[in-house]
């Protein structure tokens, strides 16, 4: 496990856990799986129309990313890994990939099994009127999808590819948390 709380998150320890598990197909192959919970970057203010975050709470957590990355560095290049988790990346448009974009921090070594079944659904994992996110702190944010579910393309060279991706919990006599969940099926290789 690895701690990568950030230093202005008082109260709180975010981390990574890494696990290796047998999956049994047609043969046997190992698969890492690493979760994680990054920092939450504070409300933002809406400026113009537009969302605006604390420039300083970004860095922080593109620091996060990188100590993340940094941990499972090896298992990027050598193993099959997939990579999930709250990412509260927040202050992304999904469409631009610029430097602050999720995908430009982990999208090179990786595939969004979501994005690549769902290119036409803008759905959402952080959703403003959610129960549990309308009353607190975060109400005021707006409602975009900050948790992902990645494979390395050692993956997808292998054929261990994702059939099926899609938001959970997020019907009101389902809705679990703050947060709705993302459910992935892989297909075995061949």
Partial sequence: MKNITRADEYGTKK???KVEVVVTCENEFKLNIVNTHLGAISDPQKINGEYVYDTKEI??????????LKFIKADIEKSNLVLMGDLNIHHLNHNTKDESDVYALVGKDFLDTFESLNL????VTFDANNKYVSSGHFRDSPSERIDYIFTNHQMSDKGIMPIDSKVVFNQANQVVSDHY????????PK
Avoid at 181 to 188: K, S
Wanted: include cysteine; charge should be positive.
């Fill in 15 to 17: 981390g990574a856990i």
């Fill in 59 to 68: 860095k922080s957590h593109k620091n996060q990313v990188k100590e993340l």
């Fill in 120 to 123: 036409q659904t803008d759905s």
């Fill in 181 to 188: 969940g993302v459910l992935t099926t892989l297909a075995c």
